[in-house]
């Protein structure tokens, strides 16, 4: 069967999607489905056409609606602002189409709920997903397994950090990730949504949150008035304090302005031992102290898990890799796609990929966060 896919944007992040839907077929010959590029959508079709043929579509329109009301598309992938996530997801539920939504749900948590109610009303918005990524890394279904097999005893607190770079630089122009209005935050947002959603999966949900936030570049070049500028009213960094249902207490770090040390972590303690995941470990193995061996080691000698096996169907081949980020993207479409060609594809595997009402939880802790946060 073929899967037609309409994307809503043609920026960075939805040019990652194309390479991995694009690679699906070459990754893995029995895929019982066939994913087609529809078409974009994009504010400049004259502009990005030629450049949309080439990496495979069918066409190009000036609109999310047109899109998502036209009746050559099956799904839609929303990699627009995150502003703009809403509506298109709403008119695409009520035209029966599913949807991959690039995190967060929206710019703030009103929106988000719109989302989510449009999402439970709609017949067959089942396979819609939310793009937490993170999920889609081994190391995480390792990490994933050993919690639930009890491994590391009662958890006691956890250490969670994004790192990336360049906002740090003046002269980077000002762009919609800075924009309050459409983005609705900026590293917390942008970054840190990621190592809640992490929290949710492993850990469970958080109960309570403070948060202090600083700002350090609070003007940029205005690319759309030269030699003007713009104010910055969005976080380069950010960290929570959080207390988890379980009563286990962690914090949460993401900043933008970590050049030269770009890492994602999470670090989990329990009374029987601990584990370490780290971008900077290749994401195949979580670190485990396992406190009664005494030791600290890899689990890469056991039999896979329900979560890892879970995984193992959707990921690229080690021999196969097109690196850790490229290869959670693709496994996390191909876990979409599997559940729109045969919705029963899941019964029985564990839940690995992130809903809508994930998404709601992590707007939920991210609300709570901007609404307690203590500027310098």
């Known amino acids: 069967m073929e899967i037609r896919i309409g994307f ?3 920026g960075s992040i939805g040019r990652t999607h194309v390479v991995g839907l694009r690679a699906l077929p070459v990754l893995f010959p029995d895929l019982p489905f066939r994913p087609v590029l529809a078409a974009v959508a994009t504010r400049n079709p004259a502009k990005n056409e030629a450049w949309v043929r080439q990496a495979g579509f069918g066409g190009v329109v000036g609109s999310a609606l047109e899109l998502v009301n036209g009746p050559a598309v099956d799904a839609i992938d929303i990699c627009t602002p995150n502003a703009l996530h809403t509506e298109t997801a709403i008119a695409a539920w009520r035209a029966g189409k599913a949807v991959y939504c690039e995190k967060p749900l929206a710019e703030n948590l009103a929106a988000a709920r719109r989302m989510v109610e449009a ?7 089942s396979a819609s997903q939310v793009a937490f990524t993170l999920r889609f890394w081994p190391a995480v279904a390792r990490a994933k397994d050993l919690l639930a097999e009890g491994r590391l005893g009662r958890i006691l607190s956890f250490r969670g950090r994004m790192v990336h ?5 003046p002269n980077r122009a000002y762009s919609w990730r800075l924009d309050k209005a459409l983005a609705g935050g900026g590293a917390l947002a942008d970054l840190g949504i990621h190592v809640i959603d992490l929290v949710h999966f492993l850990l469970g949900p958080v109960a309570g949150v403070e948060a202090r936030m600083r700002t350090f570049v609070p003007e940029r070049p205005a690319p759309d008035r030269p030699g003007g500028r713009a104010r910055v009213e969005v976080d ?12 286990a207490v962690g914090t949460i770090e993401a900043t933008r302005a970590g050049d030269g040390q770009e890492e994602t972590v999470l670090e989990i303690f329990g009374t029987e031992g601990s584990l370490r995941i780290s971008s900077n470990l290749g994401n195949i193995f979580p670190q485990w102290f396992e ?5 600290l080691r890899e689990r890469n000698a056991e039999k896979p898990g329900p979560y890892l096996a879970a995984l ?3 990921l690229p081949p080690a021999r196969m890799t097109m690196g850790a980020f ?3 993207h ?24 992130a809903t809508m009402e994930d998404g709601l939880a992590a707007q939920e802790v991210l609300e709570a966060a901007y609404a307690s946060a203590r500027w310098s």
């Open 326 to 328: 490229v290869d959670a």
């Open 330 to 353: 693709t496994a996390s479409l191909h876990w979409w796609l599997r559940r729109i060609a045969d919705p029963a594809w899941a019964a029985g595997l564990p839940p690995l990929a």
């Open 119 to 125: 999402w439970r009303e709609a017949a067959g918005a």
């Open 291 to 295: 406190r009664s061996a005494g030791a």
């Open 165 to 169: 770079g360049g906002y740090l630089d």
């Open 8 to 10: 809503d944007a043609w």
């Open 312 to 314: 193992l169907r959707v």
């Open 236 to 247: 380069d960094w950010a960290e929570l304090t959080c207390t988890l249902g379980s009563g």
